[in-house]
T-cell receptor, first 110, second 114 residues
């Protein structure tokens, strides 16, 4: 059964680069990897999406190795406002259920 | 303004009562989703719909029901059969029901049942 694994929590400091990894050993050939950010009492919002190699936008980068069994969300120069929970979404399993990671709570300290 | 609206933001009900949560989108999206989130936990899929008049059960559909009579609306009913209905409920939509399609989330409804 397809599954994802993320660290439960991470701490970092303002101005640092933060990397959060999601493991997805059984990702399907045609599935994309998407990362979302959620603040307390709000709905998640899209950060970045990729299929393979590297994708970069104005807020983050996403690194996906050739075997696609994991992905790493990279947040450059984080600030206090990046404190949030980050989820990876990697597709549907064989029962057509969405495969969400459990979320990584990122705390940025001053 | 395009987006997803959920109402109300807070909802209180007595145990044994059914309650319906509203979700509307004006993004012209085909797919819509309902998630439940408990404190400190991740997202759990309740139901999703890829097209009007069709929907599929998610991981935790027991005690919930949905309808999709219109493209823009996907109401969720929490029935009295749901053992622990108190939670934060999130509705989302996407252009189609593929993982490449970004999900847009509503602001959520916090349901408290006593």
């Amino acid at each position: 059964l397809a599954k994802t694994t993320q660290p439960i929590s991470m701490d970092s400091y303002e101005g640092q680069e933060v990397n959060i990894t999601c493991s997805h050993n059984n990702i399907a050939t045609n599935d994309y990897i998407t990362w979302y950010q959620q603040f307390p009492s709000q709905g998640p919002r899209f950060i970045i999406q990729g299929y393979k190699t590297k994708v970069t936008n104005e807020v983050a980068s996403l690194f996906i190795p050739a075997d696609r069994k994991s992905s790493t969300l990279s947040l450059p120069r984080v600030s206090l406002s990046d404190t949030a929970v980050y989820y990876c979404l990697v597709g549907f399993d064989s029962n057509y259920q969405l495969i969400w990671g459990a979320g990584t709570k990122l705390i940025i300290k001053p | 303004d395009g987006g997803i609206t959920q109402s109300p933001k807070y909802l209180f009900r007595k145990e044994g009562q059914n309650v319906t949560l509203s979700c509307e989108q004006n993004l012209n999206h085909d797919a819509m989703y309902w998630y439940r989130q408990d404190p400190g936990q991740g997202l759990r899929l309740i139901y999703y719909s890829q097209i009007v008049n069709d929907f599929q059960k998610g991981d935790i559909a027991e005690g919930y029901s949905v309808s999709r009579e219109k493209k823009e609306s996907f109401p969720l009913t929490v029935t009295s059969a749901q053992k622990n209905p108190t939670a934060f409920y999130l509705c989302a939509s996407s252009r189609q029901g593929r993982t490449v399609d970004e999900q847009y989330f509503g602001p959520g409804t916090r349901l408290t049942v006593t």
